[in-house]
């Protein structure tokens, strides 16, 4: 027992020793202002919201350091005045002029996602975000060769050494720190509808007709028929999390989650966006075929393919038919008009005006 007590005395003093002088490393802590109505997201536990973690990744989001030649970076295809999407176009376009084959998708209300991309091939963000520094169509980079610039750079040793308690870079600590970023992207709270259901502003009649159609039920033969939109955009944050196949084509060319399982029972699936802020995040769908919201919703008003593979059975409002030969919801053009006019109720200002989500270096 003596040499035991001995031992753990020279363990401490080696260990004070070590630490002799420093101060222990403090960081302060950010508590997520979730908007009114939200559920509570289930924050990571290994990686808690701290001011200096969320800075230093506000900066890697939109340093282009990040790419092969310095002049691309995350906030380039994610660009706040947009939604956080890429300037209305349909598919991004690399550093070398290379062009993706997907939608660049809106990056607001990520603490309450589980699984991400369209396809839902990241886990988590911290691992999302360090995907397309590497991927030869967007930022074509070695993440190794980008700790090695940002170890030169003395901004970076000191928000290191802030978020983290020493100036170390590894790519573990830059996904870390994005992802705390990216979970402070919020929209909700602050749109005409936040404000309608708080009970400060009203609805025109034509919005409000709008929201009756998006929460009513697809019914042939019912006097009120509904658009049927809240099976899949429902709740507060206007998605059900989930991977869908929404009949857009009748052959795949895409597999979507197919394409990361494997599984013939998710091919033509891919994840089902937010409707919050859906007037910023023009084009839209996975591969960005509709330019308007009215192009959006005349397709799911007589577009919808009924033999796509694998096609939801919640789509079935969307492909019965009336009057013996009309296939689809059957709304009227005043309808459809309506449900435009309730859809850009969810426009949230914020996401383009909040100075925590602008590019630090400009």
């Known amino acids: 027992m003596r040499w035991v007590v001995l031992g753990f005395l ?14 222990p490393h403090v960081t302060t802590p950010y508590v997520l202002p979730v908007p009114t109505g939200f559920p509570q997201p289930a924050l990571p536990e290994d990686n808690p919201l701290t001011v200096e973690g969320i ?15 310095s002049t691309q970076s995350c906030g380039s295809c994610h660009n706040a005045e947009f939604g956080f999407t890429d300037h209305g176009m349909t598919y991004s376009v690399g550093v070398d002029g290379s062009v993706g084959d997907r ?33 030869p169509i967007e930022m074509k980079e070695d993440v190794l060769h980008v700790v090695e610039k940002l170890q030169r750079q003395p901004r970076y040793q000191d928000a290191f050494t802030a978020a983290f308690g020493d100036d170390e870079v590894t790519p573990e600590r830059m996904g870390l720190a994005m992802e705390q970023f990216m979970l402070t992207i919020l929209s909700g709270g602050d749109s005409k509808f936040d404000r ?60 979507g989650l197919g394409g990361v399982t ?6 033509g699936k891919f ?5 919050r802020n859906i007037a910023y995040t023009a084009p839209y769908m996975h591969d960005g075929r509709f330019q308007t919201l009215e192009q959006v919703i005349e397709f799911y008003n007589s577009g919808v393919e009924p033999n796509s593979p694998n096609l939801d059975p919640s789509m079935v409002g969307f492909i019965q038919t009336h009057s013996g030969s009309i296939q689809g919801l059957n709304l009227t053009l005043t309808q459809r008009q309506a449900l435009v006019a309730f859809l850009n109720t969810l426009t949230d200002t914020r996401v383009e005006t909040d100075t925590l989500y602008q590019n630090p270096f400009k």
Not at 57 to 68: E, K, N, T, V
Request: aromatic residues 10%.
């Open 103 to 135: 939608n660049s998708m809106p990056l607001h209300n990520l603490a309450w996602h589980h699984a991400f991309f369209w396809d839902g091939r990241a886990p988590s963000l911290r691992e999302q975000s360090l995907e397309p520094i590497s991927n």
């Open 55 to 69: 800075l230093l990744g506000r900066q890697l989001f939109f340093d282009p350091i990040l790419s092969l030649d």
């Open 10 to 23: 020279a363990t401490i003093v080696v260990s004070c020793g070590d630490n002799w002088g420093k101060k």
């Open 271 to 275: 994840k089902v966006p937010s409707l």
């Open 262 to 267: 494997g599984l013939g029972t998710d091919d």
């Open 196 to 255: 309608f259901i708080a009970g400060t502003e009203s609805l025109s009649t034509e919005e409000q007709a709008g929201l009756q159609l998006f929460n009513g039920e697809s019914n042939p033969n019912s006097p009120n028929p509904g658009a049927d939109c809240f099976h899949c955009h429902g709740g507060a944050l206007f998605t059900n999390h989930k991977f869908m196949n929404n009949g857009l084509d009748s052959a795949l060319t895409d597999l």
